[in-house]
């Protein structure tokens, strides 16, 4: 019988997703993997959502890059607890590296924890890292074609964030059509149109934060 590499891989990872999710809801600790290309604004939305709810709960992020550790120090400068994992080359993290990290920020303190995945739309969909739910960023500037060209991302989504909406005036982007094709490929997820520089529709994204840490589950 022969058991390809992939199939050995995939395997390993869900073992380690299936110890990562029993060790959330032991502790109560709910966790969201955040998936989007680069540049889009996951380590930017991040550091304001601490800023603005570190006095009403212990936040914890994870942070996955393929080299330096910048991401994990301005997630620090914001006032949170955070750990760089560096993949080296990886377009992804895996439940095995997660569950390593989750030590290091003695998550079961933490009533929330993020998992800034590595910066691109298709490889981290794939893997499952035992998380409570995904929020996948979409930003104005990547162009509206995304949520077609990669639906399985945007499908897997608890919770779909169309950032950077103040530059709608400036740049060429459809937003009937964007949420046409999210609604075609996920019609439950809730699609939150805020900007992380400028606050605009910023508590619509803590509303249903609040609301899901109250269940502790998407």
């Known amino acids: ?51 603005d709810l570190k006095g009403q709960y212990a936040i914890g992020v994870i942070e996955g890059d393929i080299e330096t550790d910048n991401d994990a120090r301005r997630i620090q400068a914001a006032g949170a607890r955070a750990f760089q994992i560096e993949t080296k080359g ?29 910066g691109n739309l298709v490889c981290p969909s794939a893997f499952d890292l035992g998380e409570s739910g995904r929020v996948v960023i979409l930003s104005v500037p990547e162009g509206d074609d995304k949520p077609a060209k990669y639906p399985g991302t945007f499908a897997g989504a608890s919770v779909i964030v169309l950032n950077k909406i103040d530059l709608l005036p400036y740049v060429p982007f459809d937003l009937s059509r964007v949420l046409a094709d999210i609604h075609t490929v996920n019609p439950q997820a809730p699609v939150l149109q805020l900007s992380a520089a400028t606050g605009e529709g910023i508590d619509a994204w803590y509303d249903w934060l609040r609301r899901h840490l109250e269940k502790k589950q998407p």
């Open 1 to 51: 019988m022969k058991v390809s590499l992939n199939q050995k891989i995939l395997s390993r990872n869900e073992e380690a997703a299936a110890k990562n999710r029993q060790f959330f809801a032991e502790h109560k600790v709910f966790c969201l993997n955040v998936i989007s290309s680069p540049g889009a604004g996951k380590t930017a939305l991040l550091e304001r959502t601490i800023r």
């Open 90 to 118: 990886a377009c992804h993290l895996s439940a095995e590296q997660v569950q390593n990290a989750l030590k290091m920020i003695d998550a079961q303190t933490l009533d929330l924890v993020f998992i800034e995945n590595v």
